[in-house]
């Protein structure tokens, strides 16, 4: 499975079962990825999908009487705020994970 598919199958399972599959960071590390494969997938519509769901429900959380909070509140509205909130910190430390993976495997000098 590559990554790609499970953050994406991360994202279902936590939206409709509630259930925290992905920890990315060691899946990226059993996987083996190379600081490329990381950036690439940092810049995919997958990675862009998650940061845009991390920033909806950002926006569900804070609330408002505005248009845009009223279309959030009606595609979250089934969702409770703590269970948003849950779902929200869960989502951004799958997006944390891709960062300090990548940052970790920041190529540079060989060691003697």
């Known amino acids: 499975m590559d990554i790609y598919v499970a953050v994406d199958k991360a994202i279902d399972e936590v939206m ?3 259930r925290y599959v992905l920890n990315l960071y060691q899946f990226a590390t ?3 990825l190379k600081h490329d494969d990381m950036s690439e997938f940092l810049h995919s519509s997958v990675a862009v999908e998650l940061k845009n769901l991390v920033l909806e429900l950002d926006e569900y ?3 408002g009487r505005d248009s845009e909070h009223q279309q959030l509140r009606e595609a979250y509205g089934h969702i409770p705020k703590p269970r948003a909130r849950k779902i929200r910190n869960y989502l951004y430390g ?3 994970d891709a960062y ?6 920041k190529p540079g000098r060989k060691k003697t």
């Open 16 to 18: 409709t079962r509630e």
């Open 30 to 32: 059993s996987l083996r």
């Open 61 to 63: 959380l804070k609330g």
């Open 94 to 96: 799958i997006i944390q």
């Open 100 to 105: 300090r993976y990548e940052r970790d495997r």
